[in-house]
């Protein structure tokens, strides 16, 4: 039987960990990914310079894309003071990113932004919210959008004493459940999903303390 642990946990666990600057298990601070950047770096001006990362977290992901030129709404539930301190000074680009201080689940998609970014965020939502925010996103996407999703399913965490646990509300999907919604929701788009199994390990004991397969959710609107 998991054992419940609060979304107000978690939520504290992030906001500290980004104010001091501290790294997680699961590499909060890692850079961008490769295969973003590959997505980065083949976006043509078709694409709406405006761009959305949804759980910005230490701000890699917002900062690559207001270097390449995007305006973005960056939106994360912790304090906005800590990515303000990181980008304070750093030049014009610095000016681009607009930093909300804002549940992910709680953020209403009503237009459209040429690139959406959510990395290791949506797994702690409710499906319901998952759902309704992408296919929000896909609502409002006027142009050649692209989305870029990571996103952890088939989930298993353990305490340090090997207990089980489950975050309350997550979305729980597995691989199979996730990619019906990822398909149904983009339908018509240029889709690619691939897989991959992660583990993180308790630097106190170790031991397996996550396990999951990821999926990356890579969209583009090329029809619109």
């Given amino acids: 039987m998991n054992e419940p642990v609060s979304k107000a946990s978690v939520h504290a666990f ?34 709406c310079r405006t761009a959305l990362d949804l759980g910005y977290g230490a701000g890699n992901y917002t900062i690559a ?46 237009r459209d932004f040429g690139v959406i970014v959510a990395k290791d965020i949506l797994h702690y939502l409710a499906r319901r919210d998952i759902e309704s925010l992408l296919t929000s ?45 990822i398909e149904r929701i983009y339908d018509g788009w240029d889709l690619t999903l691939l897989w991959s199994e992660h583990a993180e390990r308790d630097s106190r004991t170790g031991r397996t303390c996550f396990e999951a397969t990821r999926a990356t959710v890579i969209a583009a609107n090329r029809t619109a």
């Fill in 14 to 47: 992030y906001a500290d960990a980004v104010l001091r600057g501290r790294n997680t298990a699961e590499n909060l601070q890692a850079p961008t990914s490769e295969r973003f950047n590959t997505l980065l770096e083949s976006i043509g001006d078709g694409t």
């Fill in 65 to 110: 894309l207001a270097r390449a030129g995007f305006r973005v709404t960056a939106v994360d539930q912790i304090p906005r003071d800590a990515i303000l301190r990181r980008i304070g000074g750093a030049g014009d680009w610095a000016q681009r990113v607009d930093p909300r201080e804002c549940l992910v689940e709680d953020f209403a998609v009503d």
């Fill in 137 to 181: 996103a896909v609502a409002h996407a006027r142009g050649a959008n692209h989305h870029y999703l990571e996103v952890f399913t088939a989930i298993t965490r353990r305490a340090a004493d090997g207990r089980q646990l489950r975050i309350e509300g997550e979305a729980d999907y597995s691989p199979d459940s996730f990619r019906r919604v």
